[in-house]
C-alpha cells in the first residue's frame, strides 16, 4: 500500500479566467496567459495532497516518453523545486483519430535540465478516451491501473508531484469532482536537477519514436499552478513561456 509525504501547505489562491481563442491557458492568480492553436501538424521540435487514504500503488508500464518532445505551457526555473501542482478541468474531445492526442501534466525538470523528469499528467485521446500515467524519466511511464483511475469530461483534476529527495518522490492525481484519489511512488531513480517546475501540455511520443497526432483539443486550462523551491512558493506568474513550435 502506497503512502503519501505531505508537501508544504499551499498558500491560498484566486482563479482568473481566459477567454480568448486560445487552447491552453496557463491561469494564475489574477493573470492569464492564452496560447493560439497552430492550425498545422506539429513536428517534434523542442527538447524538451489532498485528504484521504492514497491507493495502490502498483501500476501498469507504458512506452518511456521521451524528452525531445514539443511543449506549450509554462516552465518556472529556479532552484530547489521539490512539488509542484496544478489543476486541469477534463477536456471533452471525440470524433477524431483515436491515435490522436494530448498530454497535459505538471513537473519538475525537463526544459533548462534533461538528465530525468519527475511528471504525472492525463492523455486525452480523439476517441474520447482519458488515460492517466505517472513517470520519473527515462525509466517507462506507468498507468495508474490498481484502482484504475477515473476522470470524465467536465471533472476537475488535481496534478501533483513530489520530490523527496533528488532520486525519491511520488506523484498523485485527485479527481475533485469524485473525490478519487491514485499514487506512485518512487525508488532509486535518475537524479533530478530540481531547476524547472513545469506546466504544460505535450505532443508526446508513440511505440515508433514519432509522436502521436497532435489533437484537436479546443482548450485546455491549468489552474492553481504553484510549486515549492528554494525560495519559497512560486505560482506560474513570471514563468518562462514555452510554445509549440519553440526550440
Not at 492569464?32 to 497552430?38: I, S, T
Request: charged share 15%.
Amino acid at each position: 500500500m502506497a503512502s503519501i509525504i505531505s508537501g508544504p501547505a499551499l498558500p491560498p489562491s484566486k482563479i482568473s479566467s481566459c477567454r480568448a481563442t486560445s487552447v491552453l491557458a496557463i491561469r494564475w492568480q489574477n493573470h492569464p496567459v492564452c496560447f493560439k492553436k497552430p492550425t498545422t501538424s506539429i513536428p517534434g521540435v523542442l527538447a524538451t495532497p489532498g485528504p484521504g487514504r492514497p491507493s495502490d500503488a502498483s501500476a501498469d508500464k507504458l512506452v518511456a516518453r521521451q524528452v525531445q518532445q514539443p511543449w506549450a505551457g509554462a516552465v518556472q526555473e529556479g532552484r530547489g523545486f521539490s512539488y509542484v501542482t496544478g489543476t486541469v478541468r477534463v477536456s471533452w474531445i471525440a470524433g477524431q483519430p483515436s491515435n490522436s492526442a494530448i498530454s497535459a501534466w505538471v513537473g519538475i525538470d525537463g526544459l533548462s535540465c534533461q538528465n530525468a523528469i519527475l511528471q504525472t499528467g492525463l492523455s486525452f485521446y480523439g476517441n474520447g478516451a482519458v488515460v492517466p500515467w505517472s513517470e520519473w524519466w527515462p525509466a517507462p511511464s506507468y498507468q495508474y491501473a490498481n484502482p484504475p483511475f477515473r476522470a470524465s469530461a467536465g471533472d476537475e483534476v488535481r496534478m501533483t508531484v513530489h520530490a523527496w529527495s533528488a532520486t525519491s518522490g511520488n506523484s498523485t492525481l485527485e479527481n475533485l469532482t469524485t473525490g478519487q484519489m491514485v499514487v506512485q511512488e518512487f525508488y532509486n531513480q535518475r537524479p533530478l536537477c530540481n531547476t524547472d517546475a513545469d506546466f504544460v501540455l505535450e505532443e508526446f511520443g508513440d511505440y515508433t519514436g514519432g509522436h502521436v497526432p497532435l489533437a484537436n483539443f479546443g482548450e485546455i486550462d491549468i489552474s492553481n499552478t504553484w510549486a515549492y523551491g528554494s525560495n519559497g512558493w512560486v505560482n506560474a506568474e513570471g514563468a518562462r513561456i514555452v510554445n509549440f513550435g519553440d526550440r
